[in-house]
């Protein structure tokens, strides 16, 4: 989702507001490897600071992932991209949208 369309995009449900901000206490309290959200004051898009894992071709690299949250999360899946500049990998296009197919596993090579 580019910013243009942020404004089109359609407010949280109560359940998914609700969870997000479940999700959002949990992962403060305990934040996966690797991972920092950058704290903003919106619930349905957060942005997400990505060290890359030791022993890889992104070790020590930090990138920002943008998590964008659809009003019926988590029965939809929100849509993730890299902010600029995205790091450079088959699946991953220039613009930042990743290419998950079958490729399910994308983001554990960071």
């Given at each position: 989702m580019t910013s243009s369309s942020a404004t089109t995009?359609?407010?949280?449900s109560k359940i998914a507001c609700n969870r997000l901000q479940k999700e959002l206490v949990?992962?403060?309290v305990n934040p996966p490897t690797g991972f920092k959200h950058k704290v903003t004051d919106n619930l349905q898009r957060w942005v997400i600071e990505v060290i890359g894992a030791p022993g890889t071709l992104?070790?020590?690299?930090?990138?920002?992932?943008?998590?964008d949250f659809p009003e019926?999360?988590?029965?939809?899946?929100?849509?993730?991209i890299f902010l600029h500049p995205a790091?450079?990998?088959?699946?991953?296009?220039?613009?930042?949208?990743i290419c998950l197919g079958n490729h399910m596993y994308?983001?554990?090579w960071l």
């Open positions: 995009r359609k407010a949280l949990e992962w403060q992104y070790a020590n690299e930090t990138y920002q992932l943008q998590v019926h999360y988590p029965m939809e899946a929100p849509q993730v790091p450079l990998h088959p699946h991953i296009y220039s613009n930042g949208h994308v983001l554990y």
